[in-house]
Each structure stands twice: as structure tokens, then as C-alpha cells.
């Protein structure tokens, strides 16, 4: 995985597209379906924020990143605003850590300034459990007091196993729980193209972004 | 891939090293914020267990576990139980059965820790055995030259002093070669251990040769304590020949940084100017040191599986 990018993808050049079988999974939604999703969840942030200049949009590594970064340029194309875009690592704050011998990976933690009285949106790529995003929302309490905290997730897939909604969903995908949903980055540089892809558990690598 | 223990340098591979590098880096983070703690070992319990007197590998023990939310004890048993005569393997047992989740041991005599991993089933941290070993001091030296030059692969390390009782010596030459670096040891001649070349470094008696073209000067404490023997005619002759100076340092890289694993006798192994400004960075390995130490309990606490759970 790069630290910056979604979980890496298959190096293809060629841009696939919704619903077309890709070579190691389903497609559930192309770069194209991802910039609508987020174009949309933007004006309805702008729409459901009272104050929108008290935002502050925090990914969740590695998949949350990309998409963090697209809406911040959504919401200053749509309302003219300057959002600051945070980098939360949720891993020291899991409740599974010390159940396996090998601990993860640990991802980078960068909060460009303080919560306090700031409206902050999670962006995940994946919401499945849900135990991700109790684990972010502790991590955030360490770094101050946020008025309110908000959840975006590309992909919703149920599954829930704690009292957790999403404010915003990029899209609902159904989904038996032994299936791998994660966002996958092609291309490299600056502006890689994403998609939503869905593997089955015999193809998955371990790598997911699921949460 | 990682042992249940951390012994020493020369049983890991570069991975592993790389991977505890790597860890501390976001460690790093931690320290910087208001809230300097994690919950990651809630619950969790840390002994340190010192048979030698130190207070800094302690002190940077304890904050790296109390930031990870772990609880610390500290067990210094050269005060209480070693008078009643305790063998060091009844000590182990003992706090054995207390359940401690790490066990980070100091003691006077090399192989001690691994004598102690041997009949506890907790993971033991190697925190200086007599002169074998210290491999967490070692790898904060690594880490903070990696922090200064980006890399460690090509640079030439120049390790300057008492070679010969030196642990954090031979984990930095385990450590820093591993890494791909060039080592020299410099020192003289009752310092260098027989053979020292044959670990992959070259010795040298000079130190103006030792630091030509060195990207980093790694200066060692001279104890007092441990020279018995003759190893050099006076302290002042020392310093004179070895202790670095800012005169000396001119024959190594116009970029290069001083290092010393401290507590620096200030004139002797450094000048004074030296032990406390650029291109010196003791405070940076002290500051480091705490990032190493979370990185090193978070991958070697509890390793021990309490079933699996599917959670994501």
C-alpha cells in the first residue's frame, strides 16, 4: 500500500467502467461514480451544515485520503470554501489489536490544526462494522472537543456490529459479509483514478480497506 | 517473522529492524500532541526490571509504556530481594506469576535476559546486558540518523571509544551494518576486541583516519566504572587523541552529525561546545528514544493469541 493512496490496485491503464467485470473484481463504482457520489455528498454537506465555515474533514487511511481531498475541492468548487483536510490513523485504537500475534502497520496521523468547535466529517472509503469508526471517533476526542462529528462512507455495507450511522453514503452495497468491498487506486501521482471494487473472499488479499 | 523477544540486534533481520523503524515513525506523532497517549495497552502491564542503576533507559522505559496507556512497575530488585539472596531465575518466577504482559530487563552480566526469556512467558525486552547487548539503544541511533540523512544504506558510521565493553557498540555495529552502512571503530588498541573485524567493521587506532569522510561520529561514554586495568594512560590523554572536538570533525563530512548514547563526560569523549549544540543531536536520541521504545512494546507486548476474533 502507499501512504497515500487507496489500497493498490491492479496497474491498469485503461479506465473500466461500473458494472463491467474487472480482472480481480467487480466493479461497483468507476472514478467517474465516485466523482458524482462526492459532488453530490458535497452540496448536502453544504445543505445540512449550519455554520460551513466550522468544517473540518479528517480522512481515515488509506482509503479515506483520496476521497477526503475530492470532496475539500468539491466544497470549494460548490460554496467557495476552505476546508482543512486532516489524516486520522485509527490502527492504536482498534479493539482487536492485541488478538493476533502480528500487529498492523501503522499509518500516518496528520491534523493540520485543532478540533475544537470544528464540524468534523470522517471519510472512509468502506463502512462495514462499524468499529473503524469508533475507533476514529476516540482517536478525535484525543485531539480536542469537535461540536459535532459527522460520517462520510463511498460504500455502506451494512453489517453493523456497533450503534454507528453514516450522514452520508457515496453508495449502499448489499453485500454477503464474507466479501471484500475496497477502493482501489490506479495510476499513481497526484490524482489517481479510484473505483469500488467487490472481490469475493477466495480473491481477497488481505489488504482491504474495510471497516 | 519478529521473535517473541528482543534480545539483541544480531538476531534480527534488516525487515524486522526496518519494520520497528518505521513504527516509531508514527510514534513520533504521539509525542507531539496535547494528549500524549494512546490506548493501545490499556490493561496491559509493564516491568521493568532493573538489576543495574539507570535512570534514562528507565525513565524512557516507563513514558513509552505509560503513553501507550499501559501500566508500568518498575522492579529494581538490587534493593530488596537479591539481599535475601533470590537467585535471578527465582526472581523471574516470581513476577512471572503476576502475569506482566512485557518484561524489559537490565542487568550487569550478558545473557541474563535471554536466561530470564527462557522460563518466563512473557516477551522479554533486552534494555543492556553487561557488555552484549542494547539493542533499543541501538536502534533509536538508527532511527535518529535515518530521521537526519534520510537514509542509512551507503553512509560510513564512525563509532569512537570503549569498543571493547561497549554493548551499545556491538548492537550499533549489528545494527547500522545491517542497514547497509560502513562502520569503523576507533579506539585505542586496549579498547578494540581481538577480532572485532571479523563482525564487518573496520578498526582503526587513528581517529583522523576513522572520521575521513564520516557521515556520522558516534562518540561513547567512558566509564570510569567499568576500566579497571590500564586501558589509557590518563583521561586528559584520552581526550586529547579521541575525545571529538569541532578541530577533529573538520576531517570528517562537512554534513556530518555527532552522536552519544549519554550521559556525556563533558571534555572528555566531547568537547563542551559539542555536547551541546549542532551538529550534535543527544537530545534528539533521548527524544527518539521514548518514540523507539512505544514502537518496540507495541510490536513485542502480550504476544501471545487469546483466540481469534473476525472484527474489521
Known amino acids: ?211 | 517473522m519478529i521473535q517473541q523477544s528482543l534480545l539483541g540486534i544480531e538476531d534480527l533481520e534488516r525487515e524486522d529492524i526496518e519494520r520497528i523503524l518505521d513504527t516509531a515513525e508514527h510514534m513520533v506523532e504521539i509525542g507531539r500532541r496535547d494528549v500524549k497517549k494512546v490506548p493501545t495497552l490499556r490493561g496491559r502491564t509493564i516491568v521493568n526490571l532493573f538489576f543495574e542503576s539507570s535512570t534514562r533507559t528507565r525513565a524512557s522505559f516507563e513514558i513509552a509504556g505509560k503513553r501507550l496507556s499501559a501500566d508500568v512497575v518498575n522492579f529494581s530488585p538490587s534493593g530488596s530481594s537479591l539481599k535475601k539472596s533470590e537467585s535471578i531465575l527465582d526472581t523471574a518466577r516470581t513476577l512471572d506469576a503476576m502475569d506482566p504482559d512485557v518484561v524489559v530487563v537490565r542487568h550487569g552480566v550478558a545473557g541474563v535476559p535471554k536466561r530470564i526469556a527462557d522460563v518466563l512467558s512473557a516477551p522479554v525486552i533486552n534494555a543492556g546486558d553487561g557488555a552484549h547487548e542494547h539493542p533499543t539503544q541501538a536502534l533509536l541511533d538508527c532511527f535518529t540518523v535515518r530521521q537526519e540523512k534520510g537514509r542509512i544504506d551507503g553512509l560510513t558510521v564512525t563509532i569512537v571509544g570503549d569498543i571493547l565493553h561497549s554493548r551499545v557498540a556491538r548492537s550499533d555495529i549489528y545494527a547500522f551494518l545491517k542497514l547497509g552502512a560502513e562502520v569503523r571503530v576507533a579506539a585505542p588498541p586496549p579498547m578494540i576486541p581481538p577480532c572485532i573485524e571479523q563482525l564487518g567493521v573496520k578498526a582503526y587506532t587513528s581517529l583522523r583516519e576513522a572520521i575521513d569522510g564520516a557521515d556520522v561520529v558516534m562518540a561513547l561514554r567512558i566509564q570510569n566504572e567499568r576500566l579497571t586495568g590500564a586501558f589509557f594512560p590518563s583521561v586528559r590523554e584520552y581526550s586529547a587523541t579521541f575525545g571529538i572536538d569541532r578541530a577533529k570533525l573538520r576531517y570528517a563530512k562537512d554534513d556530518a552529525i555527532v552522536m552519544h548514547p549519554g550521559p556525556v563526560n563533558r571534555g572528555v569523549e566531547l568537547s563542551h561546545d559539542l555536547a551541546d549544540h549542532r551538529p550534535s543531536v543527544i537530545l534528539d536520541q533521548v527524544r527518539n528514544g521514548v518514540a523507539l521504545r512505544m514502537a518496540v512494546l507495541y510490536l513485542y507486548a502480550g504476544r501471545r493469541p487469546v483466540g481469534k476474533r473476525e472484527t474489521e
Open chain 1, 1 to 211: 500500500m502507499t501512504p497515500d493512496g487507496a489500497s493498490s490496485g491492479a496497474s491498469h491503464d485503461a479506465p473500466t467502467h461500473a458494472a463491467q467485470d474487472a480482472a480481480d473484481g467487480r466493479v461497483l463504482l468507476d472514478d467517474a461514480g465516485i466523482r458524482r457520489s462526492l459532488m453530490r455528498i458535497a452540496h448536502e454537506v453544504i445543505e445540512r451544515t449550519e455554520r460551513p465555515e466550522r468544517l473540518y474533514l479528517v480522512a481515515i487511511p488509506n482509503g479515506g485520503i483520496p476521497l477526503a481531498r475530492r470532496l475539500a475541492a468539491n466544497l470549494r468548487q460548490v460554496a467557495d470554501l476552505v476546508v482543512p483536510v486532516g489524516v486520522l490513523d485509527t490502527t492504536l485504537y482498534r479493539d482487536d489489536l492485541l488478538t493476533t500475534r502480528e500487529r498492523p502497520a501503522l499509518r500516518r496521523t496528520e491534523m493540520p490544526s485543532a478540533v475544537d468547535d470544528h464540524v468534523v466529517i470522517l471519510v472512509d472509503d468502506v463502512v462495514k462494522t462499524g468499529r473503524t469508526i469508533r475507533a476514529a471517533m476516540d482517536a478525535l476526542m484525543d485531539f480536542g472537543r469537535p461540536c459535532a462529528v459527522q460520517v462520510v462512507g463511498l460504500a455502506d455495507r451494512g453489517h453493523r456490529e456497533l450503534p454507528i450511522k453514516l450522514d452520508y453514503v457515496g453508495k449502499n452495497v448489499p453485500t454477503h459479509p464474507d466479501e471484500e468491498v475496497s477502493l482501489e487506486s490506479i495510476g499513481s501521482g497526484e490524482e489517481p483514478e479510484l473505483r469500488l471494487v467487490l472481490l469475493s473472499r477466495r480473491e481477497h488479499t488481505g489488504q482491504g480497506g474495510e471497516s
